[in-house]
């Protein structure tokens, strides 16, 4: 049942304890099973969670938010979620909020107000801190076109982080 699972995709602990519970294996036999495949090394959650916070980042341009929650959703320990987490820092996350912004600005339409807020939205989804998200559209925007750039010289990126903050 474990290697059918894995077969699919890698897999954690916790993720491999569930479809062995459901089955209504026992404990120890699960136990058993899975320190063994620990051992050998078919199971590694660490290895598990450095692929998954890669693969998600740059795919789906995840932030670290969004991928600690996704790592704690399929049991991986808090401590293990974080040393992957720690493999992106700041800068990797503000180019990929950046990037992910310009590339919905190109089908963008209506008013700058109006694409600020669903750029913002689209990033906060994504797990971004109101001030990456709203820094990497405000500087998205002056690029775009005069209107949009004197809208953008309008937003004080800071005080908005700010006050989004306060409001969560």
């Not at 519970?21 to 590694?44: F, P, Q, T």
Request: glycine share 6%.
């Amino acid at each position: 049942m474990c290697l059918r699972q894995l077969a699919v995709r890698p897999r954690t602990r916790a993720e491999l304890t569930k479809v062995l519970v459901r089955k209504e294996i026992s404990a120890e036999v699960i136990a058993e099973v899975l320190d063994r495949y620990d051992e050998v090394g078919i199971i590694d959650d660490a290895a598990f969670a450095r692929a998954w916070v890669s693969s998600r980042h740059q795919g789906r341009g995840l932030a670290k938010r969004a991928l600690a929650n996704e790592l704690r959703q399929r049991g991986v320990d808090a401590e293990v979620a974080s040393e992957a987490l720690e493999t992106l820092d700041d800068d990797d996350e503000a180019a990929t909020a950046r990037a992910l912004v310009d590339r919905k600005l190109r089908t963008a339409t209506g008013p700058p107000d109006a694409v600020f807020r669903r750029l913002v939205g689209m990033l906060a989804r994504k797990g971004y801190s109101a001030g990456v998200a709203i820094r990497a559209v405000k500087d998205a925007l002056a690029a775009r076109d005069a209107e949009a750039a004197e809208f953008a010289d309008q937003i004080d990126a800071d005080a908005l982080a700010d006050e989004t903050s306060e409001l969560g």
